[in-house]
């Protein structure tokens, strides 16, 4: 299995609070990996440092290339929290959108495909802002699910999904993985749709043995 993902002595600090300390992890292809821990032990913050989104010390490569250079932001993928979306697009333009972005002509297509499962195809021509956060997280999963990159990062993807949408995601998961995709989550559920992901524990921002 190829190496997709490097992290070495990785730590943050932000307004003088140290977050993270000493984490260190390599993820391979086909890889599908959670992120546990209690409020504020730092899941959200690596999987943002990761994205190249906070500054840190030490060393994370995706693809071997620096999280903040062009070349690893082609090979990853990263859904918030909360959903970071373009409130004055509409669901279809945020589909081209992110199309054209990551230049691959089919993910339109793709996206769409995903947007159905999710039954948002009826609101193609509104805009988020118009939509519950459910209906918001939905949409914010349909645009990655349809590119095609090594590195899916998703924080908290199953927070404000009904119970079909869980099983839908927890199916996309696995089967990212399982095509030689790296998924890395969080998730604080202790009813996953799936049991096959293996599991890296935070706490207090160190990883547990």
């Not at 290339?65 to 979306?85: G, H, I, N, S, Y």
Request: proline share 4%; net charge negative; aromatic share 6%.
């Amino acid at each position: 299995m190829s190496l997709i993902l490097q992290v070495e002595n990785l730590n943050v600090t932000l307004s003088g609070t140290k977050i993270l300390e000493d984490i260190g992890f390599n993820v391979e292809a086909g890889a599908l990996l959670r992120f546990t821990g209690r409020n504020g032990a730092g899941k959200s913050t690596l999987l943002r440092a990761i994205a190249g989104l906070i500054p840190f010390t030490g060393e994370v490569l995706v693809g071997g290339a620096k999280p903040t250079t062009q070349a690893a932001k082609r090979q990853t993928l990263f859904v918030p929290d909360e959903a970071a979306l373009y409130e004055d697009l509409t669901v279809l333009e945020h589909a081209q959108f992110v199309a054209r972005l990551y230049e691959q002509p089919n993910a339109e297509t793709q996206i769409q495909v995903w947007l159905e499962k999710f039954f948002l195809t009826s609101r193609l021509n509104d805009v988020p802002s118009e939509f519950s956060r459910g209906m918001r997280q939905k949409l914010s999963l349909s645009l990655v699910l349809g590119i095609q990159a090594p590195l899916l990062m998703l924080d908290e993807p199953f927070n404000a999904l009904d119970q079909e949408a869980q099983i839908t995601l927890g199916a996309a998961m696995e089967a990212r993985a399982d095509a030689g995709g790296c998924v890395l989550f969080s998730a604080h559920q202790l009813d996953l749709p799936f049991s096959s992901a293996s599991v890296l524990a935070l706490e207090n921002g160190r990883l547990l043995e």
